[in-house]
């Protein structure tokens, strides 16, 4: 009944398998390489799990060079290749498939070195995203981008996504902030890109690494950029009756020469699912709510934010509530980052992740929920207001196929409408198998031609992650 | 040698194709302002972005604005302007370093990847550049990016091409994001303080909570008599006056720094930005080391130990500007096996046709980074034919 396909899996490494597994058991050691029916199924999804394939095996190395000899081998004996860091894609970017071995980095997870003074840390690729921050919080340090599932993703998997995350609005995506990368190719080669200076000779190879899907080679270790927080923070919340009171107002506050940290809307059905789980204080009877977030000294913030509130009156804003104390703030960000699982808590949902322009957010939400009632589904939607980031989320019953069907035909007729109105299908979340057959609605083939022969440069047959990011026709080498 | 101005991409892309089935190279220039940047260009045909000119969508409240690659960045700085908005990343102007008239197109800053001071603090052209529209070597339109700032569709085609000096492919339009231009600005500067010491306290300052955007240091005898070490804030009035007051007391141990206003700011950081305080003598050749902060005064006094050299650091020490006599392969040699301790890099900004065409201008690479490069040049352009050997020899 799914609607993405999977290739079918390649009946010569099937019947191979013993033989392969034998290969790996010879470059690790028993507990790195998993074999058996049970534990290779923790791995047969990822945060899509609409979608699962147990791969051949799994293998975890402990370092740079056992991921070069797994590759060298998998690589000679034609055998495809799925890196998985974590597993919470949300595009499916780490699904397996039947005829290919998962190369996870989870044992790759130590932070190697932290430099203050030059504020870069390095770090295995295994890392978690909120670990790198919980190891210098203490010195006053962070490390920017942060993904909603940023205690359990790993930097590897941030690389291969070039995730985001609430405060992407003033610090930038993870491309913004790799400074440096080690990185194995299919045929085992071992690269280091960059390092801990600004910027690294020759062609941008970390700007096409970066996003890369999985698809270049694994990532092992990375050089990241580490910021100072500022003195300090504070979130608020600004509850309209309309929707596009809001978006004019996050339009109003950009205009007026002001980027907050953060920006986050949420409608009323997201309000009301986040409230009843996180209890965070959230207004109830407003149909959108932006929390915004600004930052520097106490008196700092209050001037920022009464040019805020100045703004947010003059486009109706209806309740403004301000975070009394850390405890608060922390509340009003555990209600927006838990979002995602606080839906889940209601209902099966799948999330999108399009882009559109800022202008055209309150057409875009309103076709959004046309699209969706259409389908007889309900959506929340929460969402980076300050870059235009959707998310969507369609509720439906992961137990019934009719509606799984209906729920991915109106995420993909909402990806079709933020391409149509000059945004994208995908912001933050990859592209991975969920998306990869709508690559044509944002590009003609003659764009994907040439990503793909930039693709083959690193992996000329196609062994890695093979299943992702280009529609399964009209591939080249 | 024919000198071909196309008015569309379309025409970009029928020179090209055309020029494939002549195997003849093209050599594409914006403005021409920094034609004195990477290898020497190979004889052959021109292909001019002058007619390909204009802002295509500028919005504001987005903070995105999109141009067609000749657009004069003047035009450019003009629009944003008026809505008080800039290119975050400060691109510099060649002009000074080269002796160059004319004007940088928006193209040329887009190929070149040029960042100027504030790239410490928010970021390099690259990381502001979220769109680009280009022909191939094969003569096919492409787009990569778009006018929406997160956009993760797809390979990332957009940063490659920055900085890529046109060796991938000829831009037609470039979308960059923007920001706000600071309210207000001030200069904090300490005197007298030795490399070591000024990159300690640049270091120190950008670790503060005060988000310094702008750490440089000039030693004595470059653009001054007295070594200044300068810190800039940028903010709303209150928050920089307040900002400086802390940023005095936390760096107390560096001294009692002076404090230049918002015009007296522009104007420091604008000559900072365009290395004017090295552009004279003209018959230095300059470099370009990029490393460590913390590494660089003690890579920068192993340089001069070797040769005769007068320098300045920006990005809290992360860049040297360092100027050598053009003489022999204007201390190459000595520049790079003082950087090889480092990850770090050095590149030949400055210098004559024959030295850029005998000295590595590029840092060279390792084989197997060296074999992507080919292998990446050779996706977007079999034949070689856009701006042949500009970065490094047969690429």
């Known amino acids: 009944?799914?609607?993405?396909?999977?290739?079918?899996?390649?009946?010569?490494?099937?019947?191979?398998?013993?033989?392969?597994?034998?290969?790996?058991?010879?470059?690790?050691?028993?507990?790195?390489?998993?074999?058996?029916?049970?534990?290779r199924r923790a791995y047969e999804t990822d945060a899509l799990t609409a979608y699962r394939r147990v791969p051949l095996a799994v293998v975890l190395p402990r370092s740079t060079e056992e991921v070069s000899a797994v590759l060298r081998y998998l690589n000679g004996a034609g055998v495809?290749?799925?890196?998985?860091?974590?597993?919470?894609?949300?595009?499916?970017?780490?699904?397996?498939?039947?005829?290919?071995?998962?190369?996870g980095v989870s044992k790759l997870n130590r932070i190697l070195d932290v430099d203050y003074a030059n504020r870069v840390a390095r770090v295995q690729a295994g890392v978690t995203n909120l670990g790198i921050t919980d190891a210098i919080m203490a010195d006053g340090f962070f490390y920017a981008p942060d993904p909603s599932s940023q205690l359990a993703c790993t930097i590897a998997g941030n690389i291969g996504m070039n995730s985001g995350g609430a405060h992407c609005l003033k610090h930038g995506v993870t491309t913004n902030?790799?400074?440096?990368?080690?990185?194995?190719?299919?045929?085992?080669?071992?690269?280091?890109?960059?390092?801990?200076?600004?910027?690294?000779?020759?062609?941008?190879?970390?700007?096409?690494?970066?996003?890369?899907?999985?698809?270049?080679?694994?990532?092992?270790?990375?050089?990241?950029?580490?910021?100072?927080?500022?003195?300090?923070?504070?979130?608020?919340?600004f509850g309209f009756d309309h929707i596009e009171d809001a978006g004019a107002c996050v339009a109003d506050v950009i205009g007026n020469g002001i980027v907050p940290v953060a920006m986050e809307f949420m409608d009323k059905l997201a309000i009301e699912i986040t409230e009843a789980f996180a209890h965070a204080g959230y207004p109830l009877d407003v149909e959108a709510m932006l929390i915004i977030e600004v930052e520097g000294s106490d008196t700092e913030i209050d001037a920022q934010l009464a040019r805020i509130v100045e703004i947010a009156k003059r486009h109706n804003v209806r309740t403004i509530r301000e975070s009394q104390s850390a405890m608060e703030a922390a509340l009003i960000w555990k209600g927006r980052k838990s979002a995602f699982g606080a839906t889940g808590r209601v209902a099966d949902y799948i999330c999108m992740d399009g882009t559109a322009p800022l202008g055209r957010l309150a057409y875009v939400l309103k076709r959004t929920d046309e699209i969706v009632k259409g389908y007889g589904l309900r959506v929340a939607n929460v969402f980076h207001a300050g870059d235009g980031n959707m998310h969507p989320l369609i509720m439906y019953n992961v137990n019934d196929p009719a509606e799984q069907d209906k729920a991915e035909r109106a995420g993909n007729d909402i990806l079709k409408l933020c391409?149509?109105?000059?945004?994208?299908?995908?912001?933050?979340h990859g592209v991975g198998i969920e998306k990869r057959d709508l690559m044509l609605f944002q590009f003609d083939q003659t764009d994907l031609d040439q990503q793909m022969r930039a693709r083959a440069v690193f992996d000329p047959k196609w062994l890695l992650n093979p299943s992702k990011v280009f529609p399964l026709d009209g591939r080249i080498a | 040698?024919?000198?071909?101005?196309?008015?569309?991409?379309?025409?970009?892309?029928?020179?090209?194709?055309?020029?494939?089935?002549?195997?003849?190279?093209?050599n594409i220039v914006g403005g021409g302002t920094r034609a004195g940047l990477g290898r020497p260009a190979a004889s052959g045909d021109t292909l001019s972005t002058a007619a390909l000119s204009g802002i295509t969508l500028y919005e504001p409240a987005e903070m995105v604005i999109s141009a067609k690659?000749?657009?004069?960045?003047?035009?450019?700085?003009?629009?944003?302007?008026?809505?008080?908005?800039?290119?975050?990343?400060?691109?510099?102007?060649?002009?000074?370093?080269?002796g160059t008239t004319g004007e940088p197109t928006i193209g040329g800053v887009a190929a070149s990847g040029a960042s100027g001071p504030r790239r410490v603090q928010s970021g390099a052209a690259r990381d502001q550049l979220i769109g680009v529209r280009f022909v191939n070597g094969r003569g096919e339109m492409v787009k990569s990016g778009g006018r929406v700032v997160k956009n993760v569709t797809g390979l990332d085609l957009v940063k490659i091409n920055g900085g890529a000096l046109g060796t991938l492919g000829v831009l037609t339009e470039v979308t960059f994001k923007l920001t706000p231009a600071p309210r207000d600005s001030a200069t904090l500067v300490f005197e007298g303080l030795d490399d070591p010491r000024a990159v300690a306290c640049l270091c120190a300052a950008m670790g503060s909570p005060f988000e310094v955007g702008g750490a440089a240091h000039l030693p004595a005898g470059v653009g001054g008599d007295v070594a200044r070490t300068v810190l800039r804030i940028e903010h709303f009035p209150e928050s920089v006056a307040y900002r400086c007051d802390k940023l005095d007391a936390a760096l107390a141990d560096f001294g009692v720094p002076a404090r230049l206003d918002h015009a007296a700011t522009r104007a420091i950081w604008r000559d900072i930005r365009d290395v004017v305080p090295l552009a004279e003598p003209r018959d230095r050749a300059i470099w370009k080391i990029s490393v460590a902060p913390t590494l660089a005064p003690g890579v920068v006094a192993s340089i001069a130990r070797g040769i005769n050299a007068r320098w300045f650091y920006d990005w809290s020490g992360?860049?040297?500007?360092?100027?050598?006599?053009?003489?022999?392969?204007?201390?190459a040699a000595i520049i790079r096996a003082a950087v090889a301790t480092t990850t770090g890099h050095a590149t030949l900004i400055r210098a004559p046709d024959e030295a850029r065409a005998a000295v590595d201008v590029f840092q060279p690479l390792p084989e197997a980074l060296m074999k992507l490069t080919r292998g990446l040049k050779a996706s977007f352009d079999p034949d070689g034919l856009l701006n042949a050997g500009r970065m490094y020899a047969g690429v």
């Open chain 1, 80 to 103: 495809k290749v799925v890196p998985r860091g974590a597993g919470t894609s949300l595009s499916g970017g780490a699904i397996p498939q039947e005829d290919a071995v998962v190369v």
């Open chain 1, 1 to 39: 009944m799914t609607h993405i396909a999977f290739p079918p899996p390649d009946p010569a490494i099937l019947a191979r398998r013993e033989e392969i597994i034998a290969g790996l058991a010879a470059l690790l050691p028993p507990e790195c390489v998993i074999t058996s029916d049970n534990e």
């Open chain 2, 1 to 26: 040698m024919s000198v071909f101005t196309p008015a569309t991409e379309a025409d970009v892309a029928d020179i090209v194709r055309d020029a494939r089935t002549r195997k003849a190279p093209l």
């Open chain 2, 318 to 331: 992360g860049l040297v500007w360092l100027a050598t006599p053009a003489e022999g392969d204007c201390g």
């Open chain 2, 69 to 98: 690659a000749g657009t004069p960045l003047r035009e450019i700085e003009a629009a944003l302007d008026e809505k008080a908005q800039i290119l975050p990343f400060e691109s510099m102007d060649f002009r000074a370093l080269y």
């Open chain 1, 419 to 428: 391409v149509e109105v000059g945004g994208c299908l995908t912001g933050e």
């Open chain 1, 177 to 237: 902030h790799i400074l440096g990368v080690r990185m194995v190719l299919i045929d085992g080669t071992i690269l280091d890109i960059g390092g801990a200076q600004l910027d690294a000779p020759g062609l941008d190879l970390l700007g096409l690494i970066v996003g890369h899907e999985g698809q270049l080679g694994v990532v092992t270790e990375a050089t990241v950029r580490i910021l100072r927080a500022t003195e300090g923070a504070r979130p608020v919340l």
